[in-house]
Each structure stands twice: as C-alpha cells, then as structure tokens.
C-alpha cells in the first residue's frame, strides 16, 4: 500500500464517520472503495467493521461529554440488535445486489419523508421515552441486516427513533451511534473469526472515521431539529440517488 492510498481511505474515513455521525450511509462510500482498491467484497465488508467500532466509538464519547446519553435505553437496544448482528454476519443472504440498491434508496426517501413531516410536538426528551419494547424487536431485526450488510443501517435506526419512540433527531443520534457500536463489534468477532478482516486498510480507514465522527457528534449536539432535518435531508437525498442510478 504506497502513500495515495492511505490519504485516500483516511480522507473517505473522515467523511464517512461525519456522514455516519449525522445521518447514516457512510458504509456506502468505504465499501465500494475498499473494494477498488482490491479487497474481496467478503474482506472489505468485514474490514469495514474496523473503522464502525472506530467512528461509532468516538462518537458516543463526543455525545457524552456534551451531556446526551441514555446508556439504560441505547443498553436494551445494543442488546436486541448484537443478537440480531451475529445471526446477520452469519447469514449468507443471496439478494441480487441491483435489487437491493433500489430497495434502499426507497427506504432513504421514505425516511427523508418521515422527518421533514413529522410534527415537531410530537418530540420528546431522551429520558421519557414512548414505545420502548416495540423499538427493541425493531432493533434485533435491524441488527440482522446490520450484521449482514450494515450500509444504510443508520438511516432505519433513525426512522425507528423518531417515529416509533419520538426522540430529537441529535438524540436519536446519540443512541445511534451506541448501539451501532455494539452490534459492530458481535459482527467483527465474527468475521475475525472466518478470517475477512485486512488490518492495515481497516486502521487507516478507521483513524479517519475517528475524527469525522468525533467532529460531528460535538458540532451536532446543540443544533436545532430543524437544521439537523435539512441536513440529514440531504445526505439521504444524495445517496438515494447514487444507489438507484449508479
């Protein structure tokens, strides 16, 4: 590996944590690089692994220190969703790749939709929580296709969050961030374990992840809904239409 492509997955790392952070999706941009560069796509998903714990790490702290955690809530959802991961980064799912790049750029709008429409009276705080258990057998099936695939994942937890439970989007991101933590580390054991981990890509790509998302998660935490919709909005725009026409 000379020095170019270094730069190049540190930087894609760093926009990657910032994406994952704020929205979702960042595994959309690392994945087919990785893949690029020359990694097997079994290797490149399983490497990708590496800079999630990175990003996803950092970022919990980022939130924490500015005062947004709810570790008893993000708990029982890393919990439901790492059982799902493991039976997810089991799973051989024969799901034509096409197919499933349209489907998710479907799910990106219908996300996009259901936070700029929502009705901002229905927020609540990150304490008083409504529907938990019916967020808990979302989670275990979000934790199956984050185990299996995790680009996108972000996006559906969001939706969950905001609609299912009413949290604040930079809340819902808090708790993001952790349990994607959590179920990236049950799907890395595995894949460590069938042996689809490249160390050096994944601690290049992942230094940078690092500081995209330790950025974002501090620079979020006092912004309004509305900017973070708009945001958000964005992100998912973009990537739906690079899903369904490239």
Known sequence: MDISEIFILIICGLFSGAVNTLAGGGSLLTLPLMIFLGLPPSVA???????????????????KSKGISNFKFSSYLSISSAFGAILGAFIAVDF???????????????VMLSILFKNKNDSQNLYDIKNKWLSILFFFIIGIYG????????????????????IP???????KVFVALIFSIAAFIIFLYEDKINWIYGINIGFGSALGAWTASRWSYNKSDKILKYILSIILLVMSVKLWFF
């Open 96 to 110: 034509p790749e096409d197919l499933f790049k349209k489907v998710l750029s479907v799910i990106m709008i219908l």
């Open 169 to 175: 989007i930079a809340h819902s991101n808090s708790i």
């Open 45 to 63: 998903n399983g490497t990708n692994r590496i800079q999630l714990i990175f990003q996803n790490f950092f970022a919990v702290y980022g939130f």
């Open 147 to 166: 185990g299996f695939i995790h680009a996108g994942v972000g996006f559906i937890m969001i939706m969950v969050l905001t609609n299912v439970n009413h």
